[in-house]
């Protein structure tokens, strides 16, 4: 058994939660943040079986897309006073980064 922590962007999360339904994966979701970005992020936890994990892979990989946005950056200046005159930047946001850990036992009270 494994347990599958994926880390979405939130405008992912909820197709990716409804494909989730409908393949009958049970997974626990919890709002995140980034910290790059400091954009909003869904972590789902999800227990499967060996043989699932491909599969929901696969899935999370289908419906976590990459995109570009255009951002303002934001610094300080030397005299603390906060600068709002620099250009936007484009980054990539999207995607997912997916952890897969061994679990040793699984229990369901």
Do not use: C
Not at 18 to 44: C, D, P, Y
Not at 81 to 99: K, S
């Amino acid at each position: 058994m494994k347990l599958i922590v994926a880390i979405v962007h939130d405008e992912d999360s909820y197709e990716l939660g409804q494909v989730f339904g409908e393949k009958k994966i049970s997974a626990t979701r919890l709002k995140s943040t980034g910290s790059f970005l400091r954009s909003g992020n869904t972590t789902f936890l999800i227990g499967a079986e060996d043989d699932r994990v491909n599969d929901i892979l696969a899935i999370i990989e289908e419906h976590g897309q990459h995109r570009s946005e255009l951002i303002a950056p934001t610094s300080y200046t030397e005299g603390g006073i906060f600068n709002n005159f620099a250009p936007p930047v484009e980054v990539a946001i999207g995607g997912a980064t997916v952890f897969v850990l061994p679990i040793e036992s699984f229990f369901k009270f």
